[in-house]
């Protein structure tokens, strides 16, 4: 495996169901993102790690609970999502956080549908 | 905040077509500047970048320039192809909500038509 990859790619699941998505980087970097992208809106960042620390939080609700157990890693777990919460769930990572002007190099995406 | 501008589309061109994309930014400092394009059912992807004013960023006939005059970085390519049928968007390294970060336009969808 090369870059970025996440899975799952499609994910439906209930209101009351629990899940997690999983992003994993092959290229060494120190942090991590987690954004969401809506249908006409920005891409919205939700989350930052940087060497395995959270040092961002943009005011998601806690329905989502980022994990990074190490630096090649960071997970998305879900629970009593929303129909509002379908979108595509990216994950990104860079060299190191360094203001944004390190490239971000991102995975593919997971197609979340709430039902 | 710092923000970005661009044109949102969507637009439709024939093969061979001129294109452009328009982006503004408001930043406080002297922020990098980027385009990124995101293909169909995949992610983002870094096409060209510019870290100062004056600075021309190129890739895969792609140009932009860096214009802190008028605070702009608009895409230009002289002939587009049916693989550059995609979603383009526009960010810069800058700080929003206390903290610098990309922040992204809401992009533009490019349909390139034989």
């Known amino acids: 495996e090369t870059g970025v990859t996440q899975t799952p790619r499609h994910l439906v699941m209930g209101m009351t169901n629990k899940k997690s998505l999983k992003c994993e980087q092959h290229?060494?970097?120190?942090?991590m993102y987690w954004y969401k992208q809506s249908a006409k809106k920005p891409l919205e960042l939700m989350f930052v790690?940087?060497?395995?620390?959270?040092?961002e939080n943009n005011s998601v609700p806690s329905r989502f609970s980022p994990e990074c157990p190490n630096s090649s890693h960071l997970f998305l777990h879900l629970h009593t999502l929303q129909p509002e919460d379908s979108a595509l769930y990216l994950c990104a990572s860079s060299q190191d956080v360094a203001g944004g002007r390190n490239e971000q190099f991102f995975g593919p995406g997971t197609r979340l549908t709430v039902l | 905040g710092d923000s970005v501008t661009q044109m949102e589309g969507p637009v439709t061109l024939s093969e061979e077509a001129f294109l452009t994309i328009n982006c503004t930014y408001t930043a406080t400092g002297y922020p990098s500047l980027f385009w990124y394009v995101q293909y169909p059912g995949e992610g983002l992807q870094l096409l060209l970048k510019a870290t100062k004013a004056d600075d021309k960023g190129s890739n895969k006939g792609f140009e932009a320039t860096y214009r802190k005059e008028t605070t702009s970085f608009h895409l230009e390519k002289g002939s587009v192809q049916v693989s550059d049928s995609a979603v383009y968007f526009c960010?810069?390294?800058?700080?929003?909500?206390?903290?610098?970060?990309?922040?992204f336009g809401k992009g533009m969808k490019l349909t390139v038509n034989p």
């Open positions: 790690y940087n060497f395995k620390e959270q040092t």
């Open positions: 960010a810069l390294s800058g700080v929003q909500g206390g903290s610098e970060k990309l922040v």
């Open positions: 290229l060494g970097h120190n942090a």
